[in-house]
């Protein structure tokens, strides 16, 4: 098997650190020996750590299957309560250790950071944005009450997500996605 390029070397090692010791905590040369190439050529594929931060949100958005939320050949509120299940097994599965990169960025680097404020920004709004056309194919099935704004309530579902994140690794308990999905379940139930 051909060995990745530098680069990949250096935006999965990126993506890993500051995911499980965020941003502040993940220096370039911590990153660089992680990844296993010389500190030298960081600066050869990026102009700064804040530039890997936004391709390593690129890549973390490219690992959280959004695009099983356009699958078509699932029920709409399945497939959307099964993102969310995804995401809830990825925590559970470290441990409760790592969150969402777009929320742990958000609370760490968002107020220094304009470059990275946008990046998380942009992120969010778009997996809302996928979410809000998922919640519109449910109304069309009958499945989601035709009163739920798609849009608001997309973002009222990553806001409540996030703070389900902060409230399972503080506990390091399911109990927070226990009540997230029975929230999840009122709030979409059909009238």
């Avoid at 050869?44 to 050949?73: M, P, W």
């Avoid at 920004?121 to 009163?147: F, H, M, N, P, Y």
């Avoid at 999905?181 to 059909?190: G, I, K, N, V, Y």
Wanted: aromatic share 10%; net charge negative.
């Amino acid at each position: 098997m051909a060995r990745k390029s530098t680069r990949e070397e250096i935006v999965t090692a990126a993506l890993d650190r500051f995911h499980a010791h965020g941003y502040h905590a993940a220096g370039v040369n911590d990153i660089t020996q992680a990844a296993g190439v010389p500190k030298g050529s960081f600066y050869n594929h990026f102009d700064s750590k804040e530039a890997l931060a936004i391709v390593a949100l690129e890549r973390y958005g490219a690992g959280l299957r959004l695009e099983d939320l356009a699958d078509t050949s699932v029920p709409p509120l399945q497939r959307l309560r099964a993102h969310f299940e995804f995401l809830r097994d990825e925590v559970v599965g470290h441990g409760y250790h790592r969150g969402c990169l777009y929320g742990n960025f958000g609370t760490e680097i968002v107020d220094h950071r304009d470059a990275i404020r946008d990046a998380v920004r942009q992120s969010l709004d778009g997996w809302a944005g996928l979410i809000a056309k998922t919640l519109v194919e449910a109304q069309r099935t009958g499945t989601v009450r035709a009163d739920v704004d798609p849009e608001v309530t997309a973002g009222f579902i990553v806001n409540a997500w996030e703070g389900t994140l902060i409230r399972a690794r503080t506990d390091r308990s399911p109990a927070a996605f226990d009540a997230f999905f029975a929230m999840f379940d009122t709030l979409l139930a059909a009238a």
